[in-house]
């Protein structure tokens, strides 16, 4: 077993090849899940160092997702969504509908994953088992208790057009920045803001252990849309 903290070298180029290490891919089977101290380990870096921070997040963005999944936000978000039925739309490689199945302890069709692979080709990575390949807009958004939704695409109006779909009283997962930031637009965030109350106990407690790519200022939260 791999002693992270014991590994971690104050110099950036140290700590790319040692994510590279333990953030492997082994077959169909996603990388395993760090905890929000390693995450915070691995990038205590100089700041001046960006264009080895943008090589890192590539990285990444291809074998697991475009934030960080911290072990700990897993579980919270894992006991959220036992017993309940979920929708992720936009899903990427698999890897956060992979870790979320199994702290939940869903299967397959309870957690149903789409993702129509449309994203720009140096975005293209791995896909792990489990998505449905499939227009998001054409998923039934509605049959879910939960729908989660990370990183959609910035300045269109995705995001927009799945949280408009959705039903009152269904919850919405998210992750990504707010206005002004790289996700959605403005209007998916005013739709946010005058048709859903955020969760807040649930918000705060995610706060507290998720972990940023550097320069990236993204947040888990939980939604439920007012009646
Ligand atoms: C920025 S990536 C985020 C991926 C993933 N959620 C994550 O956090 O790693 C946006 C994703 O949206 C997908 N996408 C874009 N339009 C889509 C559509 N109409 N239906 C399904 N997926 C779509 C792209 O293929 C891409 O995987």
Redesign the pocket.
Same mark, same amino acid.
């Given at each position: 077993m791999l002693n992270l903290n014991a590994e971690v070298d104050p110099t950036q180029e140290a700590n790319v090849d040692l994510i590279k290490k333990v953030h492997q891919v082994n077959g169909n089977t996603p990388p395993a899940l760090l905890p929000k101290n390693t995450w915070e380990s691995l990038q205590r870096r100089p700041f001046s160092k960006v264009t080895d921070d943008h090589y890192l997040r590539q990285h990444l963005?291809k074998v697991?997702?475009?934030?960080i999944l911290t072990q700990e936000v897993a579980d919270i978000l894992g006991r959220f969504l036992q017993g309940k039925s979920v929708i992720?739309?936009? /899903?990427? *490689?698999g #890897?956060?509908a992979h870790h979320l199945r199994l702290a939940a302890g869903l299967t397959r069709r309870e957690y149903r994953a #789409?993702?129509? #692979?449309?994203?720009h080709k140096e %975005?293209r990575g791995i896909r792990y088992p489990g998505v449905t390949q499939?227009? /998001?807009?054409?998923?039934p958004i509605k049959s879910a208790d939960v729908v989660i939704? *990370?990183?959609? /695409? #910035?300045a /269109?109006n %995705?995001a927009e057009r799945i949280v408009k779909k959705m039903r009152h009283g269904q919850y919405l997962i998210y992750?990504g920045e707010g206005y002004g930031g790289c996700?959605g637009n403005d209007a998916f965030h005013d739709y946010l803001d005058s048709h859903f109350l955020p969760l807040n106990n649930k918000n705060e407690a995610l706060y507290d252990v998720h972990a940023q790519h550097a320069h990236i200022r993204d947040q888990w939260t939980i939604w439920r849309k007012r009646r």
């Open positions: 963005v697991s997702s475009w934030c992720e739309v936009f /899903a990427g *490689t #890897y956060i #789409y993702d129509n #692979y449309s994203t %975005h499939k227009n /998001a807009f054409q998923a939704m *990370t990183w959609p /695409a #910035y /269109a %995705h992750n996700t």
